[in-house]
Structures are given as C-alpha cells and as structure tokens.
C-alpha cells in the first residue's frame, strides 16, 4: 500500500506545485478568500466521486464516502493570506501588494487537493468517509475554525488531522507532539484615566504615565511569582499610547498587549489577577480604569493516540530520524476549535533549507519553503488517513 501511494504522489507532484504557485500569486486575506475558494472548488468538482459543500461563503468542504462502514477521518488545510508585502524573487511572487503567503497557507491547500485525488482513486479501499476541510481566515480573530465547525462540518467526525510547514525545520524533518502544541492568544486593553494639565505643574494633576509604568512593571509579578513556574505562562504588554505633546500631562494612557497559557484554570484566573493589580495602583493613585479581558484561540492540545500513530506512519515512512525535535509554543492556532469535537492531531513539516541562515520566519516578508515539502506531506497525510481507518 505505501508503494502504491509513493507512486501516485510522485505523478501527482507537478499538479502540486501548480496548485501551490497559483494560491501563492494570487493570495486574499482572511474572510475574503473568494477567488481562493472558487479555485479549491473548481479543483474538487473534476471528481465525481467526491460531494462537495460550501460551509461558508469563502470556504470548502468536499465528502470522500467508501463502500463500507467506518470511521470519520477529517483532514484540515487553511488557505488565507497576510497583509504583508512579498520581498522575494519568484516567478510566482504575489501579484496583489500588501498580500503575501507568509505562513505556507498555500502549500497546506495544494497538499490536501493533493490528498484528496490520491484517496479518491483508492476509494474501493476506503472504509467508511474521509471529510477535506479548506478553512478560511484562521490568521484572523475570532477565525473562521469556529464558524465551519458551527456549519457542521465535524459532525460524527471521529478523528482530524492537520500539517502545517515550519520554514525553520530543515525539510525532511516531522515535528509531532502528544498533548499541549500552541497556546491560547488572548489579548487586553487598559486604559489608565488620570487627570491632564501641564506638566510644568505635576502636583496638579493625576500622571497616568507614571500610573501606567506601574501597572506595566507590576504585571509582570504575576508571571515571576504568582503562577508555579512549572506552569507556561506569557504575559506581555505590546503596546503604549499616550499624550499628543511635550509640556502636557495626558489624561489617559492606552496599554495593550498579549497572555498566552495552556491551562485553562490558569486561562481564567490571571484577567482577575490583573483586574486586581491595576485596580489597586490606579486607586492608589486616584485614578480609575477600564478593563477589557478577550479571549483568542483555545489552546491546541494533541490526542496522544493520534500523535502516535502520525509518528509511527512518518517512521514507517521515512525511518525514525525523520521525526524532528520540537517543543511546545506559545503561538495560537484556531485548530483548537475542531479539537473541542473530536480527537486530533497537529503536526509540522519541515520545510527549511538545511543551511538555515536561507531559512525566514513565518509572517516575515522573504518567508519561503523548500517545495519538497508538498509530496513529502501528501505522503504522510494520505498513509496516516489508511493506518486511521484499518486502526
């Protein structure tokens, strides 16, 4: 069976990077990946053996069913862009500026329409539905994951898998973790309201610059000494904003920024924790507040059963030094919604240069991958879907 499948992914592999390309020339952003979605679908409707659903106005959901009872295994690819100007030099550089494939969106959906082609010419062997899930905007809040799932489209799903690219994992290389992967990133804003007047007379006023150096400097404290260390916790202030001139104390001062965890307990404890701090300095001080807590993404926490069997298929595949070394991040992922349905598991493909000074960032303007990547994850994905079915 893997023969058979190395074999049709091998044909398959100009197709994929046609897809590829021509997601990345022509990227839309988050909630407005109309063409995107027209094109997922064109591909998709050349197979008759597949139905075919649009959850949502810009995304796509296509039903793969075998010829004998099973379970539900759903796959998921993203396909929305950043508002970042490309700096590199393709062929098939972004047409559209201020618009980029800077997170490898477009190889995740040139690999799942790969996915599905491969599956539907092994539909005599598929037992019971394998469900491929093109999602939109999950670059921007609240996400479009919570929307699809809302539409349905993890109904009766019993497991659900997703690969995403890492440009600073050597190609080659399969990053999987059993239990937590990414974070929960929620946001703040707090305004400190003092009283404004000049700043020749400070006696005069109530500084809400010097109150909101305070809170910033005290929130940190909750980190460093109110939540066990053992426990990974991010609390960062990303942002100031405050007076329009020199001699003039401001009346107010904005501060927002970012707090990333994986428990849940802890996820509802810290905005109180916070609340408690800038009540107690801008009280202190004689200035009020105000106090806006949103969550973001829930964390995405891996199925250990399910990450055993994506490494045993990647060894199996390619031999055990193929699994990369990696650790749990503080970065979000609007997967976690379809976690809250089924089992799931997310993995990285490797998708840097070996010399790894070539290797940018995600979201980075010269953001790029090693195209290997696309035949390497429709291997794994389609392999993992078979070993799901027969497990």
């Known amino acids: 069976m893997q023969n058979e499948i190395g074999n049709e992914v091998a044909i398959i592999k100009e197709k994929l990077l046609y897809w590829r390309r021509h997601l990345h020339e022509y990227p839309e952003l988050s909630f407005e990946e109309v063409e995107t979605s027209e094109f997922i679908y064109s591909q998709l409707k050349k197979h008759r053996e597949l139905e075919i659903f649009r959850p949502t106005k810009t995304s796509v959901m296509a039903r793969l069913i075998g010829n004998e009872p099973g379970k539900v295994i759903a ?52 037992k019971g539905e394998v469900r491929f899930i093109f999602q939109h905007a999950e670059e921007l809040p609240p996400g479009g994951a919570q ?7 993890m109904e009766n799903v019993d497991q659900i898998i997703c690969a995403h690219v890492r440009s600073t994992m050597e190609i080659g290389k399969v990053g999987v973790l059993a239990g937590p992967v990414l974070s929960s990133p929620d946001t703040f804003s707090i305004k400190i309201i003092g009283s404004g007047g000049h700043a020749a007379k400070p006696h005069q006023n109530i500084d809400s610059v010097i109150i909101a150096a305070q809170v910033v400097t005290n929130l940190q404290q909750i980190v460093s000494r109110n939540i066990d260390p053992i426990d990974d916790v991010v ?11 020199l001699n003039v104390t401001p ?23 916070m609340e408690r701090i800038i009540k ?15 969550n973001g993404y829930r964390p ?32 979000g992922e609007d997967f976690s919604a379809y976690l809250q349905k089924a089992p799931g598991c997310f993995f990285y493909l490797g998708a840097g240069e070996k010399n790894a000074t070539k290797n940018y960032p995600h979201h980075h303007p010269k953001f790029t991958i090693n195209e290997n990547v696309l035949p390497l994850g ?14």
């Open 75 to 126: 796959i998921r690819a993203d396909m929305d862009a950043l508002p970042i100007t490309e700096d590199n030099d393709l062929l098939f550089k972004s047409k559209k500026h201020g618009v980029m494939h800077a997170c490898g969106h477009d190889a995740h959906t040139a690999m799942l329409l790969g996915v599905a082609e491969i599956l539907v010419g092994l539909k005599e062997q598929i």
């Open 147 to 153: 929307q699809m799932v809302d539409a349905g489209v």
């Open 235 to 245: 609390l960062s202030v990303t942002q100031i904003h405050g007076g329009t001139a």
């Open 251 to 273: 009346g107010f001062v904005e501060l927002s920024g970012t707090v990333r965890s994986f428990d849940p307990n802890l996820r509802k404890d810290i905005p109180a924790q």
């Open 280 to 294: 107690g300095i801008t009280e202190a001080h004689g200035a009020s507040y105000e106090f806006e807590f949103k």
């Open 300 to 331: 995405v926490i891996n199925d250990e059963e399910l990450a055993q069997v994506v490494k045993d298929t990647v060894i199996d595949l390619y031999g055990v030094d193929a699994l990369g070394e990696i650790r749990r991040g503080m970065g």
């Open 378 to 391: 429709v291997n794994i994905l389609v392999n993992a879907v078979m070993r799901l079915m027969m497990k």
